[in-house]
Structure formats: C-alpha cells, structure tokens
C-alpha cells in the first residue's frame, strides 16, 4: 500500500513540473515577442557607402567593425549582423525587418575621396556594363584615306549550287565630282568577261541598293573563285570612273553551313602600274614583340607567267622562314585554279624572339603545280633586314619593326628564283 502511494506521489510532482516547464517556455516566448528595439537618441543611423570602380561597377564598401558597446540605461547591444537595418512594426506588435536596396544608386552615397577595390565586395547587384552589346561602329570609324566601304552578304546552296550574293549599301564613296551616281559591277573571277551590274544610284555617297544576284557554279570550283566588286560613278556623258574595289575569296569556312553571312570591306585602290616581268605579290608583314609572334598575311598576286601546257593550272604560295640562311619552318597557301591573278587572303604566324629579327629572314614563292606531286617556281621575293635586302624589301621589314602589332601591307616585284 506504501508503494503505490509513492507511486501515485511521484506521478504527481513530476506532472507539476512538466506543466511549470511549459508555463514558464510560453510566458518567456511572449516576453521576447513583445520586446522591441528602440532607436537611440542622438545616434547617428548607419549609412552603407559605396564607390564606382572607373569601369562603371557598381560596388558596396562594407562597414568599418567596431567593437560592441552599450549606452547606459539600455538593457540589450544591438547584433553587428543587424546593424545598418531597418526595422517597422508591424500591426500585430512584431518587428520585421523593411526591404531596402542591396547596393544602393551613387548618386545617392557620399563620394569617398579614396576607394580601393581590395577592401570593397560586390553585394549581389546586377553590373549592366557587362549585358550591353558592343557598339557597332562599322558606320562611324573609317580609316584615313579609305575609299569607301562595302556591306555584302554571300549564301551558297550546297544541292542547287548556286551562289547567292546580296548588295546591300555603301558609305562614304570618295566621288571625283561633288555629286556621286554610283554602280557595283560583280565578277566572279577567274571568269574576266561574264558580269552582274546594279541599278545606278543618283547623287548620293551612301547608296542603298538591297539587291540580290545569283552565280551557278559548281561545288568543286566554288572555292577556287573570288568575287570582285567594282564600284563606279556614272557621270553625266554615262562614262563609267573606277571608285575603287572588293576583293573576296570564297573559302570553306565562309560557305559552310548553308547560311546567310553580312560582310564588310573596305575599297580598293585598282593598281595601274603594269605588272613586273614574273609578276607581283601582294602580302602583309606585322610583328608582336609581347607574344614573339611574325605574322605574314599573303593577299594576292597579279600578271603571273603560267605555263598553260602542264594540264590543270593551279599556283600557290610557299611561305618560308629562315636564319643565317638556314632554312627554319615552311608553310604554303591553299592552290587557286587556272588564274594568273589569284587571291589568297591566307595568315600565317611564326615564333620568333625579337633578338633573332636581324638575321631571319622571309622568302615567298609563288609555284605553279605540275602533274603528280611536282611543282615549279614562278618568282620569289625575299625581305629582311639590312642584311639580306634593299629598297622596297628592307623598306616594308623595317616599316613592320617601326609599328609592332601593327599588319603593314605592300607589293613586291617577283624575281627570278634558282630553284629547279
């Protein structure tokens, strides 16, 4: 009988305390929910400062730490992670936190006279600097002396095999009178006789023509060809005035796809001087002393001697680098079929430390291929420095020394080579 009495006791006490326990969690969640914060008089409110980096990115400075301290007559200290905040009441006597700007405009923040990136962090924002589209410029930036330039697209539709070619405009054509009348004539080179001509625009330097031509040509010569514009003004007696021109190799690259590509380029000057006795070489030379890199861009040559007798006609251009006249590394263009003035547009590069660009040298031959594997020079052109060249060779080696990163561009006269 003892027993369950103590039992029965035992019970008892330990319901009262769990009730007590449970009181006493309610009453002190209710103490912490009505408890507020309240604003300090005389202090000042934390201000978040911010810097514009010179890119134009928005970046929040964080606040300075400083230790915890507690007015006298306030019973709590405010967290670090809550200071700066603001807070609202709300209607049924909570404290929420109110919405505020992770970084905020700087034209509303202080300027502070000295900003370093290292003690500044991103807080989140959204850097429109980094969606913007590059501006095109194509319109606006024309070099000096520039001829005019030319908008074109060009689409080749592999199952029809036709090439399908769109004028687009031209801006700022350089008219030998005030006005300017002028037409585009298409070639597609090697074909001298066979053309395409727009629709003459009247009295203006910036024509829109939005016109669209069509060449059939098969998909095995496709890209040996090139196509040519010429620009024209129309004077008043009809009389055709070369303006300038366009040159454009139809490689791989550009037909591939089956899609519509714009392109630009700038015009031309045609060159009247009549072809050297092997012909002439147009090429370009640039040189990068921070990634020791040669660049050699072969344009194109003009007025070759071809030996039509040895079949099928194709030229190409064996570029070679040397040292001491010791040969180095050779690369060659792709073969462009039956033209004596074939374009290439080809680059090629080649590692060479600047202390070595006065005994290196480059030779450039043009070569006809031959039945088989075999193929016969044409004509070369060496340039290098003093001591390998003179005139117009030495001239465009130092012109490229004299402007690194820089492509300088000339034509060169072909020489006789004493390669069998």
Not at 174 to 179: H, L, R, Y
Not at 326 to 337: D, E, N, Q, R, Y
């Amino acid at each position: 009988m003892a027993e369950q009495l103590a039992l029965v006791i035992g019970g008892i006490a330990g319901g009262l305390l769990l009730l007590l326990v449970g009181v006493s969690c309610c009453l002190w969640r209710r103490l912490c929910a009505t408890l507020a914060y309240e604003e300090l008089p005389g202090t000042p409110a934390v201000a978040t400062t911010a810097t514009s980096s010179r890119h134009g990115d928005k970046l929040c400075e964080p606040h300075a730490r400083t230790p915890p301290s507690r007015p006298p007559g306030v019973p709590f200290v405010l967290p670090p992670s809550l200071r700066g905040r603001d807070w609202v009441p709300l209607h049924s006597g909570e404290w929420a936190q109110a919405p505020r700007d992770p970084c905020p405009a700087p034209e509303l923040l202080p300027h502070a006279p000295s900003s370093n990136l290292g003690d500044t962090c991103v807080v989140g924002a959204i850097n429109p600097e980094l969606y913007k589209f590059s501006e095109d410029k194509s319109e606006t930036d024309f070099p000096a002396g520039c001829l005019g330039r030319l908008w074109f697209s060009v689409e080749y539709q592999q199952e029809a095999e036709r090439l399908l070619v769109g004028l687009i405009k031209a801006r700022q054509l350089q008219a030998p009178s005030e006005t300017c009348s002028p037409l585009v004539k298409l070639h597609l080179l090697p074909d001298e006789r066979r053309f395409l001509q727009s629709k003459t625009k009247r009295k203006t330097s910036n024509p829109q023509f939005d016109e669209h031509f069509i060449f059939q040509v098969s998909s095995k010569s496709v890209t040996q060809r090139v196509l040519r514009f010429s620009v024209y003004h129309v004077d008043r007696q009809r009389k055709h005035q070369l303006l300038g021109q366009v040159l454009f190799p139809l490689k791989h690259e550009t037909l591939a796809g089956d899609c519509r590509r714009v392109i630009w380029r700038d015009l031309e000057a045609e060159s009247l001087e009549p072809p050297s006795e092997f012909g002439d070489l147009q090429f370009c030379l640039g040189y990068n002393d921070y990634l020791s890199r040669l660049t050699v861009v072969v344009l194109r040559a003009k007025g070759l001697r071809l030996q039509e007798d040895k079949g099928v006609v194709s030229v190409f251009v064996r570029v070679s680098l040397m040292n001491h006249n010791k040969f180095v590394k050779c690369k060659k263009t792709s073969a462009v079929l039956g033209s004596i003035n074939p374009v290439y547009n080809e680059t090629f590069s080649f590692k060479t430390d600047a202390t070595e660009l006065d005994t290196a040298s480059l030779s450039l031959t043009v070569m006809q291929s031959l039945e088989g594997d075999k193929s016969r020079p044409l004509g070369r052109v060496v340039v290098g420095p003093y001591m390998y060249t003179r005139g117009r060779e030495l001239e465009h080696w130092d012109r490229m020394l004299s402007r690194p990163k820089e492509l300088v561009k000339r034509w060169h006269a072909l020489g006789r080579t004493s390669e069998p």
